[in-house]
């Protein structure tokens, strides 16, 4: 748009219809903020799970971020400020803001290190709502440090079972998500959920998952927010801070290959250290550009 308007010269007409006074308000660097769209968990371009990143000079408004992250309307939007030898990040998806976000770190983990904030062998340090998160180069890949929120087996609340037609094996609930073990990967592959009697259950999400049948992952698992505004998220880092310790406890493996079976798909490799859990992942950038307002 900007561009288009610097073409049509000084005497531009109609940029009162873009909420603009004049050219000086769009050419503002001031007013201008880095935004990059990254698929992450994946090597591949239109794989994985897209996030926005907006890079940031300091704190900025929440309201504003919330529009932003509604216009993005991706399942999130990251925020992320350099504060000392740290950086500041926060997350909204297109409705709320949320605690805790495994794709949209590892994108802005991939974004500080792609534009050259942080040299490639230095780590990231996040300040966050989930306390201290870290993030390193490992192997070529990205390598995030999260706290496990491990689930507690739980009788279903009323509703969950018929919205998603299921009887599980297992029923838990975690700090964020209820989480339901299926017999088979096509029996969670096959799910179609009813979202909107799944946005009642008063959770954020939930998990639901099964050992892979093919041997090729450890297990398997899809993922339902649409009390956050995500019917189905693609590939879910802060899930698997759940999964990771259920899928330990079953397997009796500290290392976990994990595939999120939405149709964009993903993957990730899950470890677990006491009471942390690390995910190991790759992104790819998709877009540059700038925010104007």
Not at 52 to 75: F, G, I, K, P, R
Not at 81 to 110: I, M, N
Not at 149 to 167: C, H, R, V
Request: overall charge negative; glycine content about 10%; hydrophobic content about 40%.
């Amino acid at each position: 748009m900007r561009e288009a308007f610097e073409a049509c010269g000084p005497d531009c007409r109609g940029l009162g219809d873009f909420g603009y006074e004049n050219l000086d308000e769009i050419r503002g660097e001031s007013a201008m903020v880095q935004i990059y769209h990254v698929d992450a968990f994946t090597d591949e371009p239109f794989r994985g799970n897209p996030a926005a990143v907006c890079l940031l000079d300091n704190a900025a408004d929440e309201n504003w971020m919330q529009q932003v992250a509604a216009e993005m309307n991706l399942s999130e939007t990251a925020f992320v400020y350099r504060d000392g030898k740290s950086f500041q990040l926060r997350w909204f998806t297109p409705a709320v803001e949320v605690e805790l976000c495994g794709h949209a770190t590892l994108a802005t983990s991939h974004i500080l290190w792609e534009t050259g904030k942080l040299a490639e062998s230095e780590p990231v340090i996040y300040q966050s709502l989930s306390g201290e998160l870290n993030a390193v180069k490992h192997n070529g890949q990205i390598q995030l440090d999260f706290p496990a929120t491990p689930a507690s087996e739980t009788l279903p609340p009323p509703g969950l079972l018929e919205a998603l037609d299921i009887q599980p094996m297992y029923v838990g609930l975690s700090k964020f998500d209820y989480l339901c073990e299926l017999d088979s990967a096509d029996a969670v592959r096959q799910l179609k959920p009813d979202y909107a009697a799944l946005s009642g259950l008063g959770v954020r999400g939930v998990i639901v998952t099964s050992g892979d049948d093919s041997g090729q992952f450890d297990f398997v698992s899809r993922y339902f927010a649409p009390a956050a505004g995500i019917n189905e998220d693609p590939v879910t880092g802060s899930a698997h801070c759940t999964l990771g310790p259920y899928w330990q406890a079953r397997l009796g493996k500290s290392t976990l290959r994990a595939f999120q079976a939405s149709s964009r798909g993903g993957k990730m490799i899950v470890s677990l250290h006491g009471d942390r859990t690390k995910l190991l992942g790759q992104a790819i950038t998709v877009v540059r550009g700038e925010l104007v307002c």
